[in-house]
């Protein structure tokens, strides 16, 4: 198994709270990537980094900001949690040939 | 918006029968892949086939790509009550940075 680590596993927060998310990675791949899982719209990309300091948006990323400081950490934020914002997040990495490999989730709960 | 769609959303078979499932996509690619989730974990890559590839095999898996209809098919043959689980179908639209776009997956139901 690739080694991504998810933390934490299972949250529950309030509203207007900020949440942060971190997969941290020791495959030393370049590519990281946070997608968010509901049901009835599969995976939706919402961040990834290229390498370090380097990140870009992906197709849900209103409200979620990212951080890559080591090419290990990748931290996904939300400054102030909404409703609509449970769900449960994946962290992928992949190297050039696309092939993602997924941590085990983290399950957000917003009240 | 979801680049791939799988059809059908969902399938329900007996173990020892062949499970398709199909998708399309709609713009061009560089690659397509195939990934597994059972219930509760992450996903998990299965198989990759590149844009001028037409069809791709491992173990009791094959895979067929069609980019004139952009449309790809996973087959499963002989399944057991271990495959069930959600498949997705998975598009890098090659517009660099490798993002990888999902489908909203089938979900196959295997009877023992």
């Known amino acids: 198994d690739a080694g991504i680590t998810q933390s934490p596993r299972h949250k529950v927060t309030e509203t207007g709270t900020p949440v942060t998310l971190r997969c941290h990675q020791t495959?030393?791949?370049?590519?990281m990537y946070w997608y968010r899982q509901d049901p009835g719209h599969g995976l939706r990309l919402i961040h990834y980094s290229y390498g370090v300091k380097d990140t870009d948006k992906g197709e849900v990323s209103d409200g979620y900001s990212v951080s890559r400081s080591k090419t290990e950490d990748f931290l996904l934020t939300l400054e102030s949690a909404t409703s609509s914002q449970t769900s449960v997040y994946f962290c992928a990495i992949s190297e050039s040939s696309g092939e993602l490999f997924f941590g085990e989730g983290s399950r957000l709960t917003v009240l | 918006s979801q680049q791939g769609e799988e059809d059908p959303q969902a399938l329900s078979i007996q173990e020892g029968e062949n499970a398709t499932m199909n998708c399309s996509y709609k713009t061009s690619i560089n690659n397509l892949q195939w990934y597994r989730q059972n219930s509760g974990r992450g996903l998990v890559h299965l198989i990759l086939i590149r844009s001028n590839e037409r069809e791709k095999h491992s173990g009791r898996l094959r895979v067929t790509l069609d980019t004139s209809k952009k449309s790809s098919s996973l087959l499963i043959t002989a399944s057991r009550a271990a495959d069930t689980a959600s498949y997705f179908c998975?598009?890098?639209?090659?517009?660099?940075?490798?993002?990888?776009?999902f489908g909203a997956g089938t979900r196959l139901f295997v009877k023992a």
């Open positions: 495959e030393n791949h370049r590519y």
């Open positions: 998975a598009t890098d639209p090659g517009t660099g940075g490798f993002k990888t776009i």
